[in-house]
């Protein structure tokens, strides 16, 4: 663990800040994005805590597994520039830069469902998703629309596993145009009016599509769509939240 100088802070402040929009990084901020990515090997170009004493204490009790490589090269700094790196400072007490890591979807393998996540609009739960889909064993999600899902918020709900699947944003063609990952693929659109959900609704080998809980799917998807299978629910309850509808329907995959 390096201790800077108090001089020369502002380029480390600029750094993290202008990393925020840098395609090429991902900013992890706390200790469990952190573990997670050098779980899934990612690269590491810089980290920074606040205390020391903390983040060997943290390393030990959730993550032995990584003592000596997590704090490795770690840079100390006052809290009041630790304060400066990030709009909401992890409480943890450490932020990172790593690499983000280049996916080729087309040499996806996995025959597990692909995550498909049309016009996402919260990056915490895009990132909750990738959570879920991480433990669950999907094979990739992929998400359109604006947003991106590598934000750092977005790493935030996924404690980092970004690292441990695909994670990519894409620009969906006309259907007849789709790229092989795709095509090769049963799209199963998750929609209130579809048949119910149960085991064996989900094959292998297929792409399960989610909208917003506001609007669902677009017209676009639900016509391409393979089959429409329905989350059952009792009476008055509208709908579940993102992250939740995926659990669901990738554990009624795994477990079915």
Not at 154 to 171: D, K, M, Y
Not at 182 to 208: C, K, T
Request: hydrophobic share 40%; with cysteine.
């Amino acid at each position: 663990m390096t201790i800077r100088d108090r001089s020369g802070y502002q380029g480390l402040i600029d750094r993290y800040r202008k990393a925020r929009s840098d395609s090429s990084l991902a900013v992890l901020e706390g200790f469990h994005s952190l573990k997670h990515a050098l779980r899934f090997r990612a690269t590491i170009v810089e980290t920074v805590s606040c205390d020391s004493g903390q983040l060997s204490s943290l390393t030990e009790s959730l993550a032995p597994d990584l003592i000596g490589v997590l704090e490795k090269g770690a840079t100390q700094v006052p809290e009041s520039i630790f304060k400066q790196l990030s709009p909401v400072p992890p409480y943890t007490g450490v932020i990172s830069l790593a690499r983000r890591p280049a996916f080729d979807l087309a040499r996806l393998e996995n025959p597990a469902p692909l995550v498909l996540l049309e016009n996402p609009r919260s990056h915490g739960n895009a990132g909750a998703v990738i959570r879920v889909a991480a433990a669950a064993g999907a094979s990739g999600v992929v998400t359109t629309g604006e947003h991106d899902p590598w934000h750092p918020s977005a790493l935030v709900g996924s404690a980092g596993l970004h690292f441990a699947l695909p994670v990519v944003r894409i620009s969906l063609p006309a259907l007849g145009e789709w790229p092989e990952y795709l095509a090769s693929r049963q799209l199963i659109a998750v929609d209130p009016e579809g048949s119910p959900l149960e085991p064996g609704s989900i094959p292998e080998m297929s792409v399960l599509a989610f909208g917003t809980e506001r609007d669902g799917l677009s017209g676009r998807l639900l016509d391409a769509a393979h089959r429409r299978i329905a989350i059952p629910m009792e009476p008055g309850v509208s709908s579940l939240n993102l992250a939740t509808a995926v659990a669901v329907a990738l554990y009624t995959w795994r477990l079915g």
